[in-house]
Antibody, heavy 117, light 113 residues
Framework: EVQLVQSGAEVKKPGESLKISCKGSGYSFTSYWIGWVRQMPGKGLEWMGIIYPGDSDTRYSPSFQGQVTISADKSISTAYLQWSSLKASDTAMYYC??????????WGQGTLVTVSS | DIVMTQTPLSLSVTPGQPASISCKSSQSLLHSDGKTYLYWYLQKPGQPPQLLIYEVSNRFSGVPDRFSGSGSGTDFTLKISRVEAEDVGVYYCMQSIQLPLCTFGQGTKLEIK
């Protein structure tokens, strides 16, 4: 079974750093793009960026360029989304999703990030 | 950036009745390869999104045939022929002609009367 399993919920303070993960299994991790999507509380889906784990080619939505870093470690089939200095406005659910020919499927279960002083 | 605009933003439907959601893109989603990169996703309450329709009109594996997609260029529609209780959630259209970058519509919330 193809699965993306994300790391657990995080509670952080403004200014702290954070790295969340998305581990793929059941398929060739290096052969598919992995995207990241933000969903702020009660809001819609926002595309953040995408990485190809095979060669670490990474693209960012202009809205998120410079705000986050997307990376991958193909040796452990894991993609990452990280922040160097969190803000309260980073509070959201974050999803990873694999891109296949038919679209993005499957999706991870989501990681809730709460940033509060 | 391509802007995706959905209407309506919410709808309330009696079980067994049809439902329709429109999605318009700010530029054509027809690629030079002949494919149109428009997708529909459903996010059920408390769940991640799930893929319903790819490339305008193709149902993804396991999606009931009461769901159908149509359209071309910049105008697209998702139709549910007979709404069931399990169809509640938020429906999003998404473009990926600018792969690997994508854009979602604002979402349409479907509730049951």
């Amino acid at each position: 079974e193809v699965q993306l399993v994300q790391s657990g919920a995080e509670v952080k303070k403004p200014g702290e750093s954070l790295k969340i993960s998305c581990k793929g299994s059941g398929y060739s991790f290096t052969s598919y793009w992995i995207g990241w999507v933000r969903q702020m509380p009660g809001k819609g889906l926002e595309w953040m960026g995408i990485i190809y784990p095979g060669d670490s080619d990474t693209r960012y939505s202009p809205s998120f360029q410079g705000q986050v870093t997307i990376s991958a470690d193909k040796s452990i089939s894991t993609a990452y989304l990280q922040w160097s200095s969190l803000k309260a406005s980073d509070t959201a659910m974050y999803y990873c999703a694999r891109r296949r020919q038919e679209g993005f499927d499957p999706w991870g279960q989501g990681t809730l990030v709460t940033v509060s002083s | 950036d391509i802007v995706m605009t959905q209407t309506p933003l919410s709808l309330s439907v009696t079980p067994g009745q049809p439902a329709s959601i429109s999605c318009k893109s700010s530029q054509s989603l027809l690629h030079s390869d002949g494919k149109t990169y428009l997708y529909w996703y459903l996010q059920k309450p408390g769940q991640p999104p799930q893929l319903l329709i790819y490339e305008v009109s193709n149902r993804f594996s396991g999606v009931p045939d009461r769901f159908s997609g149509s359209g071309s260029g910049t105008d697209f529609t998702l139709k549910i022929s007979r709404v069931e209780a399990e169809d509640v959630g938020v429906y999003y259209c998404m473009q990926s002609i600018q792969l690997p970058l994508c854009t979602f519509g604002q979402g349409t919330k479907l509730e049951i009367k």
